[in-house]
């Protein structure tokens, strides 16, 4: 077979049908030739419009890159020399007998390219390739007259990809186009290519062709200019590494202040200097680069410039970073994100972030997990060193961020998962997660969690009021993980049950809870003979709430018991041994005004039900997510009506024993399991997408839609 014609098309195939007609109406006699249609339209068959044209097979190519298409139809083409050629173009009579009689005269010419005129005027769109300064290139003649009676052909350094024959062995030779350009510039890149292998590349000025500019993208300015500019630090990369730092303020985006999408175009490059070149020339050339940005951008982008080329290289594993400011408590937000991280903990390398003194072990015997293998790295914050909880309204109003030692270490990271909810940390990792499990601060000074990629709820409660307090919309809902089932035997004994951690200012009512019990107890002894109420939650040292609980329960004289900080099994075991769970937090609150001051899920309600232990729980909050009321539990609105529905429950054994075994069975649907593998799956796929390669070599239709938006 003399030649292989091949057309890469690409949306409207009136356009393409238009070319064929005009290359079939020029002279093929003699030339034994094919036509090879390359359709790089995403997501579209046009073969019913191709199939009455001999000598034509019509291929797809399942990626939208010009480069690869051609590529595609070299390998699958029979031809002695390869034609590529635009769809929107009309050929001249003698134009492919022309660029055949000249790749014969010398078997070391690799390339014949034709003149190019523009269709309407008529004037030279293209001559061939030239230097344009600071590698840019240029058509040679562009807009010129077309001199007619200049028909000699003359040597070139690259031909425009409009229109050009290339002998096979030269592609061959050179292994075609780099498929990294996608369009524009693979041209360039081919032709000098083909020079340092010794093979020419000349124009036949007798071999016409009419361009239509643009006449397949549809835009004059938008794509050309995107990928030049992107495809200049390509082959900066690949040729001349030493200059890329150099010309970076050459650039036309540097020049015009375009500094957002300067920004892609040289990480591009600079991916491309990783894939093509040795451990030296990256050591003598990337230093420089990085000074050169850092005199344009501040550190965080220049950080996550390096970390995401790390990443796409493979040269080391990811770097998850989990913020909690209240690890040092035991809470059911803390227990969030730890189980977080046992999940992923083989994903990357796992830094746990506290701002007070915690250790592995602790973690583990607290929430029963297995955390070996996470680092722990406790990061002390000035203005908090009196502050047992590290409240983050101490934030709003304050001369300096003091967070401003957090977002130093996110820096570090590629993904940074703020799990105790402090707005006042910025998103400056590649990839950032905000776990809201209550917008309990108002939008104010250093407020940051509109920047975050992911924002994720505990609950329809908490979604609420993230849209009503903040105005955001949370991406994700995703429920705590419930994984505290006694497995072992045990006798259920008269116990109420509440656990909640002993807050500074009392929100989760311990004190309420016992003055109620109290009453109970007192007013009807009968009833309650035999019954106790136990209070168990996480405290730290001095905590003077607890001492006030502590003290009433001493002077009331009635069976209350306090247990604090409890390992993770005495835990299960206490569940499992009680009756009826309590928990009164939002009671006698006017949660209009203080929304933040009832449960926002209900971690521990539902690790009582698992347990087969009846919820008695207040009417608000997340709780109307757990407890279906008569279903499997009762809620309350206030005071008698909770202590009503105690007393029916210590009354009435059938009640307590159908609503206990109901409450397990709707416990299921929060297990650890679930859990884990939502999380697990969602950071796997942030992970895997810092190393797509649509980061380097996007596909077109993407471009087009981020530059339309």
């Known amino acids: ?61 399942n990626k939208n890159n010009y480069a690869y298409a051609l590529n595609l139809g070299t390998k699958e083409s029979k031809g002695e020399f390869i034609v590529f050629l635009n769809p929107d173009i009309k050929a001249d009579k003698n134009w492919l007998k022309e660029l055949i009689n000249s790749a014969r005269k010398n078997n070391k010419i690799g390339g014949v390219m034709s003149k190019i005129l523009f269709s309407k005027t008529k004037k030279i769109n293209s001559m061939g390739i030239q230097d344009a300064e600071d590698y840019y290139y240029k058509d040679i003649n562009i807009h010129k007259e077309d001199n007619k009676k200049d028909t000699k052909g003359k040597k070139i350094k690259a031909a425009s990809g409009c229109c050009v024959l290339y002998r096979r062995e030269a592609l061959e030779d050179v292994n075609g186009l780099d498929e990294d350009f996608i369009m524009y510039y693979e041209d360039v890149d081919l032709g000098f290519r083909l020079n340092d292998k010794g093979w ?10 009419y361009h239509d500019l643009h006449g397949t993208t549809g835009d004059e300015n938008k794509i050309p200019c995107f990928f030049c500019n992107r495809n200049r630090f390509l082959f900066i990369a690949k040729r001349k590494p030493d200059d890329f730092a150099k010309q970076i303020p050459k650039s036309y985006p540097y020049i015009h202040k375009q500094f957002d999408v300067l920004f892609k175009y040289i990480k591009f490059g600079v991916i491309e200097l990783f894939k093509t070149q040795n451990e030296a020339v990256i050591k003598r050339v990337y230093p420089k680069i990085m000074l050169e940005l ?35 408590f035991i809470g059911g937000g803390q227990k969030y994100g730890l189980t977080i991280a046992e999940a992923i903990k083989k994903t990357g390398d796992i830094t746990l972030v506290s701002n007070k ?36 309204s101490l934030a709003i109003g304050a001369a300096r961020n003091p967070f401003e030692k957090i977002e130093d270490e996110v820096l570090n990271y590629d993904l940074f998962i703020n799990v105790n909810m402090v707005p006042s940390v910025n998103a400056l990792a590649l990839k950032n997660i905000f776990l809201c499990h209550f917008p309990d601060t108002d939008r104010s000074h250093y407020f940051y969690p509109s920047k975050y990629d992911f924002l994720i709820s505990n609950s329809k409660y908490t979604d609420e009021w993230i849209k009503k307090k903040w105005g955001l919309k949370s991406n994700l809902m995703i429920y705590p993980p419930i994984d505290m089932k006694y497995k072992g035997k045990v006798i259920k004994e008269n116990i109420i049950l509440s656990v909640s951690r002993f807050e500074v200012k009392g929100s989760k009512k311990q004190l309420e809870m016992a003055k109620i019990f109290c009453s109970l107890y007192k007013k ?54 009680s009756k009826i769970f309590w928990h009164a937090c939002g009671l006698n609150e006017n949660l209009g005004k203080n929304p933040v001051l009832i449960e926002h899920f209900g971690m521990t309600t539902v690790e009582a039900m698992q347990n087969g232990c009846v919820p008695v729980v207040f009417d608000g909050g997340g709780q109307k997510e757990i407890v279906e ?7 309350f609105r206030n005071e008698r009506d909770m202590k009503r529905l105690t007393i029916r429950l210590i009354k009435e054994k059938i009640t307590i024993k159908h609503l206990s075994l109901s409450a397990k069975k709707s416990s299921n649907k929060y297990s650890k399991e679930k859990f884990q593998k939502t999380y697990k799956k969602l950071i796997e796929t942030i992970i895997s997408g810092f190393r797509e390669k649509k980061n380097h070599v996007p596909e077109v239709q993407d471009v087009i839609s981020s530059l339309n938006s």
């Open 357 to 392: 003194p915690v250790t592995i072990s602790q973690l583990e015997n607290w929430y029963d997990l297995k955390l070996k293998g996470c680092k722990l790295k406790i990061i002390e914050l000035p203005i908090y060193k009196e502050d047992t909880e590290i409240n983050p």
């Open 294 to 328: 850092s005199k344009i951008y501040p550190l965080d982008k220049i950080q996550n410039l390096t970390n995401e080329i790390e990443l796409f290289c493979n040269l080391r594993r990811p770097r998850i970073c989990l913020y909690d400011r209240a690890m040092h």
């Open 200 to 209: 020419k590349i000349i124009i036949n000025p007798k071999s016409i062709i």
């Open 524 to 577: 009807n002894p009968k009833i309650l003979k035999g019954w106790k109420l136990v209070l168990c939650g996480g405290t730290f040292k001095k905590n003077a709430y607890l001492a006030q609980v502590k003290n009433y329960i001493k002077s009331c004289g009635c069976p209350i018991k306090v247990v604090t900080n409890l390992s993770n099994e005495d835990l299960k075991k206490l569940y499992a041994k």
């Open 629 to 635: 009321n008569r279903v499997n539990g009762f809620r």
């Open 1 to 61: 077979m003399d030649v292989s014609i091949l057309i890469v098309h690409f949306g409207n195939p009136k356009i393409t049908k238009k070319c064929l007609k005009s290359v079939y109406k020029s002279d093929l006699k003699g030339i034994n030739y094919e036509i090879l249609i390359l359709d790089n339209t995403p997501g579209k068959d046009h073969t019913s419009n191709f199939k009455k044209y001999k000598n034509l097979r019509y291929i797809i190519t």
